[in-house]
T-cell receptor, first 111, second 110 residues
């Protein structure tokens, strides 16, 4: 199916563990993004990527690592999870119509 | 920090009424976009207005942009229960990453 998918949809982990959130898009969009949304708030940009092997920090990058070896995939890794990283994580890609398409989100709980 | 602030934070109206949400932002923009988020779901793009446009329509949606005041408004006419959602404005300063406002929670009572 065409679109943007995220996995897992739900994740519970413990403080200090490494967690990787996956994002896959089928449109071959060049730009991809990771946002986090905390309860009752808007989205904040963590990292973004203009193309394969090109990534840049957003507003809240600390504690996160990204990679982009293939255009269609943009994984986000929490190197050592902290409780403050409990959030809903959204991946998005940018279309030539200048709009973003969002995945369904991953709900992460760090205990 | 959030680029945009939205007003009101929450809005409750009856079906058939119009809903107006406002957004203010801080820096120069290329365009401003509005997104909708149903509870527990991802965001869906509604409408985009460029910095050189003042008003745009799409179905029951009307967006205005005042770059001198750094503000925008979203009007939903003849609201329906299915319009119940959170609405976010987002600004693009040219680097394609969006900066989101804090959102307006709209409740449309049947």
């Amino acid at each position: 199916d065409a679109g943007i998918t995220q996995s897992p949809r739900y994740k519970i982990t413990e403080t200090g563990r490494q967690v990787t959130l996956m994002c896959h898009q089928t449109w071959s969009h060049s730009y991809m993004f990771w946002y986090r949304q905390d309860l009752g708030h808007g989205l904040r940009l963590i990292y973004y990527s203009a193309a394969a092997d090109i990534t840049d920090k957003g507003e809240v990058p600390d504690g996160y690592v990204v990679s982009r070896s293939k255009t269609e995939n943009f994984p986000l890794t929490l190197e050592s999870a902290t409780r403050s990283q409990t959030s809903v994580y959204f991946c998005a890609s940018w279309s030539v119509q200048e709009t973003q398409y969002f995945g369904p989100g991953t709900r992460l709980l760090v205990l | 920090s959030q680029q945009g602030e939205e007003d009101p934070q929450a809005l409750s109206i009856q079906e058939g009424e119009n809903a107006t949400m406002n957004c203010s932002y801080k820096t120069s923009i290329n365009n401003l976009q509005w997104y909708r988020q149903n509870s527990g779901r991802g965001l869906v793009h509604l409408i985009l207005i460029r910095s050189n446009e003042r008003e745009k329509h799409s179905g029951r949606l009307r967006v205005t942009l005042d770059t001198s005041k750094k503000s925008s408004s979203l009007l939903i006419t003849a609201s329906r229960a299915a319009d119940t959602a959170s609405y976010f404005c987002a600004t693009d300063t040219g680097r394609r990453a969006l900066t989101f406002g804090s959102g307006t929670r709209l409740q449309v009572q049947p």
